[in-house]
């Protein structure tokens, strides 16, 4: 585990995929960041690359050849090494190797960098092709915050809610019966905030929307938020357990999980990024942690 902090924050990130572990609060002593639990998600949060979600039958081909990689990519399953650290800055990297190249064809350094700075934890991807070929790619965040729950058979949360910077029209893809792939889009939705509760997803195992802008407000029932800037991110996942669990996460997706009728193709899923030899892609979203 490694450790970076200021006098309003101290956040702990795993070196084991490289994603967020805790995140406290100094001025409350709060933790921010869901912690766990058996009875809905385990985890906390998932450095999500080379591709998002699900693969249709957990495969796909590149140049015609098949493989095969779990959920949320790749990193997730490996260790990161430490790239830089300061007491307010910390890098992590991770290289392709034999083994990734079992899953995933390509030669690349990828990393994911933690920046406090005052009472906003800033997170920023870097990915370089480092091979000799076009790369093709997804990635995102899936950050869990704590929100307020009272605990029962089915856990209520509700007087939380995402508060949108802007009233707009957004485009929501619609995700089959399982919650797996995306069977098309609906309707556009005009949207300005969206309440919580655990019977939302129920109906809807994860919402996901195309280009919000300006970012979006997580305002819990106790007066707290978490604000975020979700760096123009081109698609947005909402996703909490459908009974358990006082958390939700607003993910910030470059890159969408397969459809139901998708093309096994990596380069022509929808929502795909394409990387040139010898070059770099960033990308990033900031959170900010704002008492009552």
């Not at 406090?116 to 995102?140: A, C, H, P, R, W």
């Not at 093309?263 to 990308?283: D, M, P, V, W, Y």
Request: net charge neutral; aromatic share 12%.
């Amino acid at each position: 585990m490694e450790r970076i902090e200021n006098n309003l924050l101290r956040v702990e990130a795993d070196l084991h995929g490289g994603a967020l572990f805790r995140i406290t609060d100094k001025r409350s002593g709060a933790e921010l960041l869901w912690q766990g639990s058996p009875d809905s998600w385990q985890g906390r949060d998932v450095v999500i690359f080379p591709f998002v979600a699900r693969l249709k039958d957990k495969t796909y081909t590149a140049d015609g050849a098949e493989y095969s990689m779990n959920n949320h990519g790749l990193v997730r399953y490996f260790d990161l090494t430490v790239a830089k650290k300061t007491e307010t800055y910390l890098e992590l990297g991770f290289e392709s190797n034999a083994q990734t190249l079992k899953q995933y064809p390509f030669e690349f350094m990828f990393s994911v960098a933690y920046r406090l700075e005052n009472d906003s934890l800033y997170i920023k991807y870097k990915v370089q092709n480092t091979g000799n070929k076009t790369m093709y790619f997804s990635l995102g965040g899936h950050a869990a915050y704590n929100i307020c729950c009272t605990v029962g058979d089915v856990d209520d949360i509700s007087g939380n809610k995402l508060v949108f910077a802007e009233r707009q029209t957004l485009v929501r893809y619609v995700l089959d019966g399982e919650g797996k792939f995306i069977t098309g889009e609906g309707q556009p939705l005009e949207i300005e905030e969206l309440p919580l509760s655990k019977e939302l997803f129920q109906k809807h195992k994860t919402l996901i929307y195309g280009s919000v802008k300006g970012g979006v407000t997580l305002l819990k029932r106790d007066g707290s938020k978490v604000v975020y800037d979700l760096g123009g991110a081109p698609y947005t996942a909402v996703w909490s357990h459908e009974r358990k669990g006082g958390y939700v996460c607003v993910e910030p997706w470059w890159g969408l999980p397969d459809y139901a009728d998708c093309n096994k193709e990596l380069r022509f899923k929808r929502g795909i990024n394409a990387l040139e030899t010898g070059k770099t892609f960033e990308c990033g979203y900031t959170a900010t942690y704002i008492n009552r």
